[in-house]
Nanobody
């Protein structure tokens, strides 16, 4: 079993930054491609970013490209999402997810096997 715990969310002004972390335990992190998703109130969950098992490849949703950066430190069993130039529309609960079965560039929730509880990001305009 894999456990994922997100942290780093909070309230920030538009244009500000937050660094989200996802601590992974229970299995070797390098066995999993990782992703970040978000869900705003009343909206469907949406893909944000994904990173390959070793970290050499990344993929971003168009809405965050150039502003968000996903990274991982397998030695620390942690995945990060650096969020810069935040906008009000980035307000959501952010979840990290672990992908064992699918190709690393998975963008659909059903392609991920384990999920964290999420961390709230609120951007004040």
């Amino acid at each position: 079993q894999v456990q994922l715990v997100e942290s780093g969310g909070g309230l920030v002004q538009a244009g500000g930054s937050l660094r989200l972390s996802c601590a992974v335990s229970g299995r070797t992190l390098s066995n999993y491609a990782m992703g970040w998703f978000r869900q705003a109130p009343g909206k469907e969950r949406e893909f944000v970013a994904a990173i390959s098992r070793i970290g050499g490849s990344t993929l971003y949703a168009d809405s965050v490209k150039g502003r968000f950066t996903i990274s991982r430190d397998n030695a620390k069993n942690t995945v990060y999402l650096q969020t810069d130039n935040l906008k009000a529309e980035d307000t959501a609960v952010y979840h990290c997810a672990a992908n064992w079965r699918s190709a690393w560039n998975a963008i659909y929730g059903y392609q991920y096997d384990y999920w964290g509880q999420g961390t709230q990001v609120t951007v004040a305009s």
